[in-house]
C-alpha cells in the first residue's frame, strides 16, 4: 500500500523535512519498516529513504509477509468388506457431508477405487485421517484413509 499525506494535522505521525520542506510522514504508531518509494538505492550510496534526487516524498509500507498454509487431499480408499453404510455414516460424521453427498462419495469409491472427502490444511487432514482410522478399527473394518498433498 503506499502513504502519501500532507504533513498537516496529523499529530500521531512524524515529518520528515529536507530541502524542498515536508517530504514524507511516517506513521510513528506502527513496528513496520518504512521507505520512500521510487528508488532502492545505488552505487552512490543513496539507500532507500535515503533522500537522493530520485525522492518522490512517497513513503510505502512493507507487509509482513504472510503464507498460506500448505492444502491436503484426504482420500478414502476402497476395499471389499468394511459396509457402505459404515462408509456413508463415516463420511456424514467425519467430513460432514449430507446423506446424499456422502452416498455419492461412497459409491465412487466402489467404484473407482478411491475417492476424495475434502482437502484440509495440514492439521486439519491429519485429524480426519485419525478419526476415520480409530472408527474402523474400533469396528474391526478394514477401511483405509490417506492423505496427500495438494
Ligand atoms: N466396497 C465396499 C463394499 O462393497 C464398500 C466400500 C466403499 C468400502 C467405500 C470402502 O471406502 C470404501 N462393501
Redesign the pocket.
Known amino acids: 500500500m503506499l502513504l502519501r499525506f500532507a504533513s498537516s494535522g496529523l499529530s500521531a505521525m512524524t515529518t520528515h523535512f529536507d530541502e524542498r520542506g515536508p517530504c514524507a510522514v511516517i506513521d510513528s504508531r506502527e513496528d513496520v519498516p518504512l521507505r520512500l518509494a521510487g528508488h532502492d538505492g545505488d552505487k552512490e550510496g543513496n539507500g532507500p529513504g535515503g533522500g537522493s534526487k530520485y525522492d518522490t516524498g512517497t513513503v510505502t509500507k512493507t507487509r509482513p509477509k504472510t503464507k498460506r498454509p500448505s492444502l491436503y487431499r484426504v482420500l ?9 453404510e459404515f ?1 456413508v455414516l463415516v463420511l456424514q460424521d467425519v467430513f460432514n457431508k449430507s446423506r446424499e453427498e456422502a452416498m455419492r462419495i ?2 465412487h ?2 467404484n473407482q477405487g478411491v ?1 476424495e472427502c475434502g482437502i484440509f490444511p495440514f492439521e486439519v487432514a491429519e485429524t480426519k485421517v485419525t478419526r476415520v482410522m480409530d472408527t474402523a478399527r474400533k469396528n474391526q473394518h478394514p ?2 484413509c490417506v492423505m496427500e498433498k495438494e
Open positions: 478414502l480408499l476402497n476395499d471389499d468388506y468394511t459396509p457402505m462408509v461412497m459409491l469409491v466402489h475417492g477401511l483405509q
